[in-house]
C-alpha cells in the first residue's frame, strides 16, 4: 500500500471513531437527562422503545432462573455477590477492594471473579477453531495469582487489574472470565479459595451467592427509572428483593428516608449500609510512593480528565477541596486513551497555566507505566467509609459474613445434644 493511501486510510479511521465516540457520549447525555429537546427528544423515544424488547428478555430470563427452568449452580463456599442495579458509577470497585481486604485479615483465602469488561478479547480464530475441533475452554485469567500481577490494564481489564495491584499485598487472588461458574472452580481448585467475591454479578444468575450486596448510588439511585437503553437500570427495581444487605453509596450524612421508603416497599425487612466515598490522597503517576494531600489542591489551577460513567462526582470532589478546574475532558467509560489523545491533553494544559493535572485511580491503570508526564501528574485515591449501619467495615463484614447465631438456637442446640 502506497504512504498516501496508507495515510488516507489511518485519517478515515481516525475521524469514523472520532464520529463514533460524539455519537455515543451524546447517547449517554441523552441517557443521563443531560440534552433536552429536538433531536434528543427522538433519540429518547427511540432508545425507549428499545428499552421495552430489553425489559421482555430480562423479565423471560429472571422467570426462568427463578422457577428452575434454568438452574444456578453451588460452588461450596462462601460466594458473596457485589453488584448494582444500574450501569456504572455506584463505587462499587472501593467496597469490593475493602470487603476482600478485610476478609483477607480475617484468615480467608479470597478470589475475585470479574468478567473483565472491556479486557482484550481472546482472537477469532482460537475462537472458531476450538469451536470446530471441540477443544477444551481456556482457563481464566489470572490477573493476580495472590503474589504478583501477572496481567495488564488491557488484557485484564480496568477494575480487576486495579483491584489485583491494591490487594497483592494482602493473598487475594484476581480472576477474569465471563464464565464464573468455571473461573469459581478454578479458583478452589487452583489457589484454595474458601471465599469468593463475585464482582459486578447482581445479574449473574448462573452461579449462587450466599449473600447478595446491592450497592445504591444515593446521589442518582435509578436514573430516570427505566431500563437500558432508554434509562440506566439493568433490570427493574422490584428485583432488588434478592438483595441480602443494601449499601447506599456516595452518602454525604443526609437521612434519606424517601429512598429507603421506597426500597422498602420491594424488600421490607432490608438492612442498610449507608456509606460515603471519601477522597484521601493524591498518588503520583510517575512515582506512587509520592503523595499529596488533599489540603495541596486549596487554590490551585488544575486540569482534569476521566472517562468514567458519572464525571461529575469526580470533579465536584476537586473544587469541593479548594481547586479550580482549568481544563478539562471528559472521555467515555472505559476509554482506551490513545497517545495522541493524551499528548493533546497535556498541551492544552500546560497552555492555560495548570498547576497539576489529575485523573481518577481507574483511569490511571489505562495509561502506559512509563508515561512520562510533562505536568506534575496525580491520580485521586479513594476509600469507602461508613457513616451508618455499622461503627466501621470490619463490623459490617462481621454482620454480613460472620451473622450472630440466635440464642434460642443455641439453647435448642444445646438440649438436643443433652
Request: with cysteine.
Amino acid at each position: 500500500m502506497s504512504p498516501n493511501r496508507q495515510t488516507f486510510f489511518q485519517t478515515l479511521k481516525k475521524r469514523l471513531r472520532e464520529s463514533s465516540d460524539r455519537l455515543t457520549l451524546y447517547t449517554v447525555d441523552v441517557i443521563y437527562g443531560r440534552r433536552k429537546g429536538g433531536d434528543a427528544l427522538i433519540l429518547g423515544g427511540f432508545l425507549r422503545f428499545c428499552s421495552w424488547f430489553f425489559d421482555g428478555a430480562v423479565q423471560v430470563r429472571t422467570f426462568l432462573y427463578r422457577n428452575r427452568i434454568l438452574r444456578d449452580q453451588p460452588l461450596g463456599c462462601l460466594v458473596v455477590v457485589v453488584g448494582n442495579l444500574t450501569v456504572g458509577g455506584t463505587g462499587k470497585t472501593p467496597v469490593v477492594e475493602k470487603l476482600a481486604r478485610t476478609l483477607s485479615d480475617r484468615g480467608r483465602k479470597v478470589a475475585i471473579l470479574s468478567r473483565g469488561y472491556k479486557s482484550k478479547p481472546e482472537p477469532f480464530y482460537k475462537n472458531w477453531w476450538r469451536w470446530l475441533t471441540h477443544g477444551e475452554p481456556p482457563p481464566p485469567k489470572i490477573v493476580s495469582d495472590g503474589t504478583k500481577l501477572l496481567l495488564d490494564s488491557e488484557q485484564a481489564g480496568d477494575e480487576p487489574y486495579m483491584l489485583a495491584r491494591n490487594l497483592v499485598p494482602y493473598g487475594v487472588v484476581v480472576l477474569v472470565d465471563k464464565n464464573r461458574v468455571k473461573a469459581g472452580q478454578y479458583a478452589i481448585r487452583h489457589f484454595g479459595a474458601d471465599t469468593l467475591i463475585l464482582d459486578d454479578g447482581f445479574q449473574y444468575l448462573p452461579l449462587r451467592g450466599q449473600l447478595n450486596l446491592l450497592l445504591v448510588d444515593q446521589t442518582n439511585p435509578f436514573g430516570n427509572r427505566q431500563l437500558l437503553p432508554r434509562g440506566i437500570l439493568r433490570e427493574p427495581i422490584k428485583h432488588l428483593s434478592r438483595a441480602s444487605y443494601i449499601f447506599l453509596t456516595k452518602s454525604d450524612g443526609t437521612p434519606q428516608p424517601e429512598l429507603e421508603a421506597m426500597i422498602r416497599q420491594y424488600k421490607p425487612n432490608a438492612e442498610f449500609i449507608v456509606c460515603a466515598h471519601k477522597p484521601k490522597y493524591l498518588v503520583s503517576f510517575a512515582d506512587q510512593r509520592a503523595q499529596l494531600t488533599l489540603g495541596e489542591l486549596k487554590g490551585a489551577q488544575v486540569g482534569l480528565f476521566s472517562g468514567i460513567a458519572a464525571p461529575e462526582n469526580f470533579e465536584k470532589l476537586i473544587t469541593d477541596a479548594g481547586a479550580q478546574i482549568t481544563v478539562n475532558r471528559r472521555f467515555l467509560d472505559h476509554h482506551r486513551f490513545t497517545v495522541d489523545e493524551i499528548a493533546a491533553f497535556f498541551k492544552q494544559a500546560q497552555a492555560a497555566g495548570v498547576d497539576f493535572v489529575v485523573t481518577t485511580e481507574k483511569d490511571a491503570v489505562r495509561l502506559s507505566d512509563d508515561f512520562a508526564a510533562p505536568l506534575p501528574f496525580y491520580f485521586l485515591r479513594m476509600e469507602v467509609e461508613l457513616l451508618k449501619g455499622a461503627e466501621d467495615f470490619d463490623e459490617a463484614v462481621s454482620r454480613i459474613c460472620y451473622p450472630k447465631i440466635p440464642q434460642d438456637v443455641i439453647s435448642e442446640v444445646a438440649d438436643k445434644s443433652v
